[in-house]
């Protein structure tokens, strides 16, 4: 339910004017939709796009990406409209991050304090550092975004 | 001065007890672990603009006016009605019956037009059932015809699948499976491990599909899926929601076979998605003083039946006043049967305005339970909670209220 909302790379790649010209700063519109998707870049910074012929696709992407999102050091955007602060992410997010399993099948507490924390009915990032996505030898975890129930959260990095 | 709290969420019948406040000069600054309905439920006591106030005829009076006129009307009727109590403490819930006894009426909840059925057959032995705690020892998980995820968001997190010890996102083995029966896809099915979809009021087919499935004999796809599912746990709990409820009818007769049958492969506990915070206390404390779980009429004795149920009362037009207490049924039920209630007297108490409260006769605001007032209430497994309210009331508490208005019915 929640990933079907979410626009893809190679979606939002027919949206853009596909020419590689590089003029955003990044070598190709692909990589500028992965750059989008991550918030690093928006949607104006491309110059084709302000031209005429692409005013509906520029519209349509700056609607669906807003204005002001604020995306996490752990590479997380949180759409706090959407999030009903079930707390599903912050146990399945301890149950992951907070335990390490060794090859034996053994699961040890990590002892690092709770990455999130329900504040006020919605999620908040606490402890980014103990992440995995942070560590010295980052792990592209993505619990929270897969037990996300609303589709709130999204790894965008 | 800022201090903080601890307190029990009273906004859906998890009753969380692990909500922490910061409070400054008793203003709640901010929540802790609660969810959206939680924090909005207790940030919502201190907004004025949604506070009831004492009126009587639309006229801002006092607590003491408004009580006494609330009293003489209850007196002068001839067939009162008192409806509600779901949102309230089992003390304010004790005297709401004494009050009925008293006044030889008519009591009735929400419990008649949903759970109350399913409560009262656990209450009576008829299905078996457990505590919350002890979830956490099942290895099957069932919603059925539930979206938790909506009512109540962090059942999910704090009583079942991960809160389970055995739950783990690490490793290949599932050692706790959670599954839901549903007519659509919603939050709780997209985390599900097994979902099993089925078409709207079809809950009955996939029960006779199981019993079919159980004995050996040919069934359909679904039956044989969840027979498996049933026939590997050794722990089943199943979360019975509205959508199983509407769907039967309230007639839980297959239901109980089928949770009688499964019992031989192993244990099985039903639990009731209760709604209001406090309808299972509500059903027990009626259970306790008259033998029935809602429904009853104290006019000859104890009687209970659907002809006392809040909808055919309303109906039928059998009452000539009528009390609400915590209850918001205007809000639900259609115009036309709500229309039928014109001219009839209606004291409501109620800690925040309603569309019941608009145009009652005496509108008594009270205390909000669990924030402003103390008490006790009942969990949704059967296990009182003790509330600890963080704020000072500005309003009497429930119980306080029907206490002064019973001391002045003259009967």
Redesign the interface.
């Known amino acids: ?2 990933k079907k909302d979410k626009m893809q790379p190679l979606q939002l790649y027919r949206y853009l004017p596909r020419s590689n010209c590089k003029k955003c700063g990044v070598p190709s519109c692909l990589a500028f939709a992965f750059g989008l998707i991550s918030r690093e870049k928006k949607p104006e910074d491309c110059p084709d796009m302000l031209k005429d012929e692409y005013r509906p696709s520029l519209d349509l992407l700056k609607e669906y990406f807003g204005e002001g999102a604020q995306v996490e050091k752990t590479g997380l955007l949180i759409d706090k409209d959407k ?6 992410c ?3 997010c301890q ?2 991050q907070g ?1 390490i ?1 060794f090859g034996t ?1 053994t ?1 040890l507490p990590r002892d690092v304090p709770d990455v999130y ?6 999620v908040d990032v606490k402890h980014w550092e103990s992440c995995k996505r942070c560590a010295d030898r980052p792990e592209m975890c993505r ?1 929270c975004e897969e ?1 996300c ?2 589709g709130a959260l999204e790894l965008v990095k | 001065m800022a201090s903080t709290a601890t307190t029990v969420c009273t906004a859906c019948s998890c009753l969380c007890d692990d909500i922490g406040l910061q409070l400054e000069d008793d203003i709640i600054r901010r929540v802790e672990n609660a969810c959206r309905k939680g924090s909005s439920s207790l940030y919502g006591a201190r907004f004025e603009q949604r506070r009831s106030r004492h009126l009587v005829e639309g006229r801002e009076v006092g607590a003491d006016e408004a009580i006494d006129r609330a009293a003489a009307e209850l007196s002068r009727a001839r067939r009162p009605l008192i409806f509600g109590l779901d949102n309230s403490s089992l003390e304010a819930q004790g005297a709401g019956i004494e009050l009925a006894r008293r006044l030889r009426c008519v009591i009735d909840d929400t419990s008649s037009f949903c759970q109350g059925n399913l409560v009262g057959q656990i209450l009576s032995g008829a299905l078996p059932s457990c505590t919350l705690p002890e979830v956490k020892t099942s290895d099957l998980i069932l919603y059925w015809g539930a979206n938790p995820h909506h009512s109540h968001p962090r059942h999910l997190s704090k009583f079942t699948i991960y809160a389970h010890p055995d739950y783990t996102e690490l490793g290949a083995v599932r050692r706790v499976t959670l599954a839901a029966v549903e007519v659509r896809e919603s939050e709780t099915s997209s985390v599900c491990h097994r979902v099993f979809r089925i078409l709207p009021r079809a809950d009955r087919d996939l029960i006779s599909a199981i019993g079919k499935g159980m004995a050996g004999q040919e069934t359909s796809a679904d039956g044989k899926r969840v027979v498996d599912l049933f026939r590997k746990a050794k722990f089943t709990v199943i979360f019975a929601g509205l959508g199983l409820t509407y769907s039967l009818d309230n007639d839980y007769l297959p239901f109980i076979e089928m949770v009688k049958q499964l019992s031989s492969w192993g244990r099985v506990a039903v639990i009731p998605m209760v709604g209001h915070y406090n309808m299972r206390g509500f059903n027990q404390s009626l259970h306790k003083a008259a033998g029935h779980v809602n429904k009853v009429s104290f006019a000859d004795g104890v009687s209970s039946g659907d002809q006392f149920s809040f909808l055919e009362q309303v109906r039928n037009r059998s009452f000539d006043c009528l009390m609400v207490i915590g209850s918001d049924p205007f809000a639900s039920l259609p115009k036309s049967v709500s229309s039928a209630l014109e001219g009839i007297p209606r004291i409501v108490i109620d800690p925040y305005q309603s569309a019941t409260s608009e145009g009652s006769t005496v509108v008594i605001g009270s205390a909000v339970t669990g924030v402003e007032a103390a008490g006790t209430a009942v969990r949704m497994d059967g296990a009182e909670v003790k509330l600890l309210p963080p704020l000072a009331p500005s309003r009497p508490g429930d119980e306080e209220i029907l206490r002064r208005v019973m001391e002045k019915v003259s009967r």
Do not use: F, L, S, W
């Open positions: 339910m929640p999030c009903t602060g079930c707390g599903d912050v146990i399945a149950k992951c335990t399993m099948g699961i924390k329900i504040v006020d009915g919605i619990v037990r129930p609303t």
